[in-house]
């Protein structure tokens, strides 16, 4: 159930309509406030749930439209371009009612915020770029590809492996939202530091809670929406905090050192026993960098 929209950041699940599309988002915790937008583009908002965050800070964490119960374009799955997704988050940020907000962006969500940051930065206390890139396209795929063969090469032999490179020879041919699910659960392995060691139950748990929606990547002539910032953040006017897992095959250490040069103030976290999701894999260092970023270290 929709709280009322008269008290924006009570706990719960709040809905507004932003260009005729509903807007769907979920209050947890107390404190200062982070808006944490999630990643994909696609992926349901549950995965990047930090409880341990919200002992200290209020989390806002939309659904980006074309997920869950936020509402779908009418060129879906196309038309989802940065540009759309930071019109929907300043919607929101005007609806929280707050100055300035800091911002935490995961994956794809990293890309939306930097962007959001470098168009709104008067809007803006910090950002938290956590997995992000400066690019994205074929220099980024390359990149991609050559640690997904350094997963391969480290896990031969192991009776999962095909199943997870099956995956990634997927993501092409994606359609729709089933074929969707199936692809994302199935890479999932090698989105970790050590899936298949001590903690696999734990890492299943969370693979099996995935959802997702098919979102193209395309823009409304169906052109690719593809990024490259490295030009504009050097000219970036707010603090940010830099956050990759040093096992991440997706958006690993390479592009995170990167952001880190390029953009004036900054910080990086490199998590040394995580993938793509240290929030889950190293949650009390994850959560201690970010709240002490966020807070100034007066948490």
């Not at 980024?140 to 350094?150: I, S, T, W």
């Amino acid at each position: 159930m929709s709280t009322p929209i008269s008290d924006p950041l009570s706990q719960g699940t709040h809905t507004i309509e932003v260009e005729g599309v509903a807007q769907r988002y979920h209050v947890h915790g107390t404190g200062p406030l982070c808006v944490a937008h999630s990643g994909g583009p696609g992926i349901s908002w549950e995965y990047l749930r930090m409880p341990e965050l919200e002992q200290h800070l209020t989390v806002v964490y939309p659904e980006p439209i074309g997920t869950g119960g936020s509402g779908r374009l009418g060129t879906h799955p196309h038309g989802y371009t940065r540009d759309r997704y930071i019109s929907f988050l300043h919607a929101l940020v005007d609806h929280l009612g707050v100055p300035q907000v800091h911002l935490l962006g995961h994956s794809h969500g990293g890309f939306v915020v930097q962007h959001f940051a470098l168009r709104h930065p008067d809007r803006v206390a910090g950002i938290v770029l956590y997995e992000s890139a400066p690019v994205t396209g074929p220099e980024h795929g390359a990149e991609a590809m050559r640690l997904v063969e350094e997963f391969a090469a480290r896990h031969a032999g192991h009776p999962d492996l095909p199943g997870v490179l099956d995956a990634f020879g997927a993501i092409p041919g994606i359609a729709n939202d089933a074929e969707m699910a199936v692809v994302v659960r199935g890479l999932l392995p090698a989105y970790f530091a050590d899936y298949w060691g001590s903690k696999e139950e734990n890492w299943a748990a969370f693979r099996a809670s995935v959802n997702c929606t098919h979102i193209s990547g395309l823009d409304e002539d169906l052109v690719p929406d593809v990024i490259d910032d490295r030009q504009e953040l050097g000219t970036l006017a707010v603090p940010a905090l830099v956050v990759v897992g040093r096992h991440d095959v997706i958006c690993g250490v390479r592009w995170a050192e990167e952001l880190d040069k390029l953009i004036p103030e900054s910080r990086l976290l490199i998590l040394e026993n995580s993938g793509h999701f240290g929030h889950v894999e190293e949650p009390e260092c994850f959560s201690r960098a970010v709240l002490e970023f966020v807070t100034g270290g007066t948490a």
